[in-house]
């Protein structure tokens, strides 16, 4: 049994739901074989933490799931990932409309050089968003990541004078404004400071009961604090994935295990 006193007991009544599932993904980039063999499943409206050494793979099987690989040349990608149930490969999706539905966050903020308002009413715009609705939406999205109070007096100033903290959840408000229901992040506090990593945490919960959320980590306090589920990455394979307190406390792969108990990695 490890020690980690940061695990919470889980909600026994998780989603059972499906959102994502991915059968036999392979990725290569060139020769490099990235991603193997890759039979994941994702629950509606949960959290779900990716942890393992760098270079195992978590930031692409991220970038599969709303298809941001396509824009990789190199990135072969073989297998299939279903969205509620739709291979997101069929001809008729479209990545752009894929992304509206699968939303993400970096690791570094990347508001863009406009205001605060513009950051989330640009998107808004260009997918044709009622004029009249665009106020309301900002204001709303502002509000959902907790940002409203600290901005409603300067929605029309750069949002590159936020904070680091800041800008990061601006970017959470870009992203939930376009009404997805994924939310992607890939090691989205790791440039943050220890208060603002505790807001964008306490912001994650609160979102997991509107969106269904994927988090890749090195963080694994964060991991065990937040996620429903982990999955343990090695080389490019999948050890294990399960509920986070049975992968933080009796893991069911040496493998994993060793890489908690800080044996490598
Ligand atoms: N655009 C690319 N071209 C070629 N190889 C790549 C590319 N992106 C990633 N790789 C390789 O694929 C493997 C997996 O990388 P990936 O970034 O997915 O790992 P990771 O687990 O997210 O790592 P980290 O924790 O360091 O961010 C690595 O060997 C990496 O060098």
């Known amino acids: 049994m490890l020690d980690f006193p940061f695990v919470k007991k889980r909600d026994p009544e998780l989603s059972n739901t499906v959102t994502v599932e991915t059968k036999k993904l392979n990725v290569h980039y060139g020769s490099s074989h990235a991603l193997k063999n890759i039979d994941l499943t994702l629950y509606e409206k949960t959290i779900t933490a990716f942890i393992g050494p760098s270079g195992c793979g978590k930031s692409t099987l991220l970038r599969c799931i709303?298809?941001?690989?396509?824009?990789?040349?190199?990135?072969?990608?073989?297998?299939?990932?279903?969205?509620?149930?739709?291979?997101?490969?069929?001809?008729?999706?479209?990545?752009?409309?894929?992304?509206?539905?699968?939303?993400?966050?970096?690791?570094?903020?990347?508001?863009?050089?406009?205001?605060?308002?513009?950051?989330i009413a640009f998107a808004l715009r260009i997918h044709q968003t009622p004029k009249k609705d665009i106020p309301v939406i900002v204001e709303d999205s502002?509000?959902?990541?907790?940002?409203?109070?600290?901005?409603?007096?300067?929605?029309?100033?750069?949002?590159?004078?936020?904070?680091?903290?800041?800008?990061?959840?601006?970017?959470?408000?870009r992203t939930i404004a376009m009404n997805p229901s994924i939310i992607l992040l890939d090691e989205p506090t790791s440039a943050l400071d220890p208060i603002s990593t505790?807001?964008?945490?306490?912001?994650?919960?609160?979102?997991?009961?509107?969106?269904?959320?994927?988090?890749?980590?090195?963080?694994?306090?964060?991991?065990?604090?937040?996620?429903?589920?982990?999955?343990?990455?090695?080389?490019?394979?999948?050890?294990?994935?399960?509920?986070?307190?049975?992968?933080?406390?009796?893991?069911?792969?040496?493998?994993?295990?060793?890489?908690?108990?800080?044996?490598?990695?």
């Open 198 to 265: 505790e807001k964008i945490e306490k912001l994650l919960q609160t979102l997991k009961q509107d969106f269904t959320i994927v988090i890749v980590t090195h963080n694994m306090h964060q991991a065990a604090r937040i996620s429903d589920y982990t999955a343990y990455f090695h080389l490019g394979n999948m050890i294990e994935i399960g509920h986070t307190e049975q992968i933080f406390t009796t893991p069911a792969q040496t493998k994993t295990e060793d890489y908690l108990s800080g044996k490598f990695g």
């Open 142 to 173: 502002l509000k959902r990541v907790g940002l409203w109070e600290e901005v409603k007096d300067r929605l029309h100033e750069s949002a590159l004078q936020l904070s680091g903290g800041q800008q990061q959840r601006l970017c959470i408000a």
């Open 66 to 119: 709303n298809r941001m690989n396509d824009t990789i040349a190199n990135a072969k990608i073989t297998g299939d990932i279903l969205i509620d149930g739709v291979n997101i490969h069929a001809d008729t999706i479209h990545a752009t409309g894929l992304r509206k539905h699968v939303g993400m966050v970096f690791q570094k903020p990347n508001p863009f050089y406009k205001s605060i308002f513009e950051n």
